[in-house]
């Protein structure tokens, strides 16, 4: 018996592959474009009154945003226009632990990315030095002065 060796060719199926692209293209997105202001306001309010600009009032009188890192700090102002009360927002935005202290009184010690809030009676006028008292911090430029008009 022979045996025979049937090799069977094997064609190369091509799987054409017709990408249909159904092409969604004529959505028709209205274009936003409908700026009907057809307010018909008959001219009851005269504009007279200026609208108040979009300039919020200070949080509180005598309210400084303060933010201190190695080695500086931020003030958001460095002078109040009178004596009295002023409240210090501390954020240590730095990567060691900071304070903030003036005239006498001083913030906690604040974790990096604490805040410590120190109000301080602000009584003459002059300049106050304010400071990080960690040793060292001051003088590496932990420092400044605040100004009472
Ligand atoms: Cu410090």
């Known amino acids: 018996m022979r045996r025979f060796t049937i090799r069977p060719t094997q064609t190369l199926a091509t799987v054409a592959v017709t990408a ?9 997105c209205g274009g936003g474009n409908d700026n009907n202001n057809g307010s018909s306001n008959t001219g009851t309010s005269t504009n007279t009154q200026a609208t108040a ?5 200070p949080a509180a009188a005598g309210t400084i945003q303060v933010s ?3 080695f500086s700090f931020n003030l958001s102002t460095k002078s109040v226009a009178k004596p009295g009360k002023v409240t210090f927002d501390f954020k240590n935005v730095g990567h060691v632990e900071h304070d903030f202290s003036i005239n006498g009184k001083t913030t906690p010690l604040t974790k990096p990315g ?5 109000t301080v009676d602000l009584t003459k006028k002059g300049t106050y030095r304010y400071l990080c008292t960690v040793p ?3 003088a590496a430029g932990m420092e400044g002065q605040f100004t009472v008009r």
């Open 20 to 28: 249909v692209a159904i092409g969604a293209v004529g959505v028709g």
């Open 53 to 57: 600009p979009a300039q919020p009032p």
């Open 68 to 70: 201190g890192k190695e």
């Open 114 to 118: 604490g805040t410590a809030n120190l």
């Open 136 to 138: 060292g911090h001051a």
